[in-house]
Nanobody, 125 residues
Framework: QVQLVESGGGLVQPGGSLRLSCATS????????IGWFRQAPGKEREGISC????????YYARSVKGRFTIARDVSKNIVHLQMSSLKPEDTAVYYC??????????????????WGNGTLVTVSS
């Protein structure tokens, strides 16, 4: 049974940092990409970062590039999303998801087959 469990969300001030984690189980991480998506109130879900298992290639949406970093802890089957220089517009529910490796297409939600329940990130003073 595939499981993805997000953690690390919370309230942070603008300019601050936060690290999200996605604990995964039930699938072979050598063949499945992991992506981070977010959905702000009243907005569509947005793919923000993903990592391909074949060569650990990473992909970022323009809105977060240079501020967010995705990384895998292979030994623990955890994928982290380090978020820095946070802005109020980063406020959203953040989800991790997995799907068969598809290179840069992993930023698209149609490439994902399994989803976590999400963790809320609020950036506010």
């Amino acid at each position: 049974q595939v499981q993805l469990v997000e953690s690390g969300g919370g309230l942070v001030q603008p300019g601050g940092s936060l690290r999200l984690s996605c604990a995964t189980s039930g699938f072979n991480p050598d063949y499945y990409a992991i992506g981070w998506f977010r959905q702000a109130p009243g907005k569509e879900r947005e793919g923000i970062s993903c990592i391909s298992p074949s060569d650990d290639s990473t992909y970022y949406a323009r809105s977060v590039k240079g501020r967010f970093t995705i990384a895998r802890d292979v030994s623990k089957n955890i994928v982290h999303l380090q978020m820095s220089s946070l802005k109020p517009e980063d406020t959203a529910v953040y989800y991790c998801a997995t799907g068969f490796d598809s290179g840069s297409y992993c930023l698209n939600d149609y490439a994902m087959n399994y989803w976590g329940n999400g963790t809320l990130v609020t950036v506010s003073s």
